[in-house]
């Protein structure tokens, strides 16, 4: 009974029995009032008859009537029809049912980790649409899988720059090739400071996007926090001959948020935007309000955004230069970081580029 041909055949008998036996069943019943009738009538056999032969030639009268007979044809033809039900339900329930045997054969194969398995959409519209979000699923979960290979391997890479460098200093320090002296031990502990900024780094992520970080809203005067941030990073930029500008207007409505992170956002963008402008560059951070909320945009004219790396920029560890050279990449978890903070604050974050050595632009957006 759990087969599906078995209740489509079922389920089409059913309805031929509904529309045909029933109404025939009455009809007979009708029928055999009437000839009772007859057969008991002053004209026919008496009532006082009975016996064998008196009811055989009832019935031989009934089925003789033509309306009987009628009857009878169409009781035939409605076995005809029952029988061609099972088939019709058997060979219509095999194509319905080849599609989600198909369907649970690539849900088993997930199931054991082979999400490269997809289905051919085909059959009826529902089935189409399993088909389709199932294919959907299929994908999503191939990427999150590939995401966190990805991520995994980008880990270990950046943990594995500065143990590397950790352990050949010690190693040089016991082989008596570098002395134990404050310059190295502060090399030392610059490379664990790395380390240790890459773990808080991954752990505000994880915190971000599990949506368990916890923020201390208060009003926010955005002039003064691009003014208290731009002062602390003039003398980085004034040493590497790079101009910073800043586009404020004379008032502000002010914004709920976070100050420490709102300003983690902007330090995350100035590094990026220094990291790549060149000596002699500008950037600019601009600041206006909009009817839905105000834009804070860091601009800068230096290395610029290929077209194709616009939509991934703010993924975790991606650089448009392939380079792993952390000096000149970074951990490629900034912007990352960056994005979930907008977003934690209910605001959104873009960027743009003209294209490769023209400049970038990064603009975040906070609601009133």
Avoid at 81 to 108: D, H, M, T, Y
Avoid at 218 to 240: G, H, K, R, W
């Amino acid at each position: 009974m759990n087969q599906l041909w078995v209740r489509i055949s079922l389920t089409f008998v059913a309805i031929v029995v509904f529309l045909i036996l029933i109404p025939s069943g009455i009809y007979l019943a009708v029928q055999a009032d009437q000839i009772d009738s007859e057969f008991t009538a002053p004209h026919g056999i008496p009532e006082h008859s009975s016996g064998p032969i008196a009811e055989w030639e009832f019935y031989q009268r009934l089925i003789n009537t033509p309306n009987v007979e009628l009857a009878i044809r169409l009781l035939r033809i409605m076995l005809s029809i029952s029988i061609l039900g099972i088939l019709v339900g058997i060979i219509s329930s095999r194509g319905l049912a080849a599609p989600l045997r198909n369907l649970a054969n690539a849900a088993q194969a997930v199931g054991k980790q082979d999400l490269s398995q997809r289905i051919d959409i085909k059959g009826s519209s529902e089935i189409r649409e399993v088909a389709v979000a199932f294919n959907a699923m299929a994908e999503a979960l191939e990427d999150a899988d590939n995401s966190r290979n990805n991520m995994l391997a980008d880990i270990a890479h950046e943990l594995r720059t500065p143990l590397t460098v950790i352990q050949g200093n010690l190693r040089a320090i016991l082989d008596d090739v570098y002395k134990l002296d404050k310059v190295e031990v502060a090399r030392l502990y610059d490379q664990t400071r790395q380390l240790s900024r890459l773990v808080e780094d991954l752990h505000d992520l994880a915190l971000l996007e599990a949506k368990q970080f916890s923020l201390n809203l208060s009003n926010q005067n955005m002039i003064e926090v691009v003014q208290d941030t731009a002062a602390i990073y003039q003398p980085l930029f004034d040493d590497q001959g790079v101009k910073l500008v800043l586009e404020l207007p004379q008032s502000i409505t002010e914004v709920q948020g976070d100050c420490s992170r709102i300003t983690q956002c902007l330090n995350n963008l100035l590094n990026n935007a220094l990291r790549h402008t060149p000596r002699g560059g500008t950037v600019q951070i601009q600041l206006e309000e909009s009817d839905s909320g105000v834009l804070l945009a860091v601009k800068d004219n230096g290395a610029g955004i290929d077209k194709e790396h616009l939509p991934y920029v703010f993924d975790r560890f991606y650089r448009v230069d392939l380079d792993r050279n952390r000096l000149s990449g970074g951990s490629g978890l900034g912007l990352a970081i960056t994005s979930a903070l907008v977003h934690a604050h209910g605001g959104t974050i873009t960027a743009t580029s003209p294209g490769k050595d023209q400049g970038s632009e990064f603009t975040i957006k906070l609601s009133l």
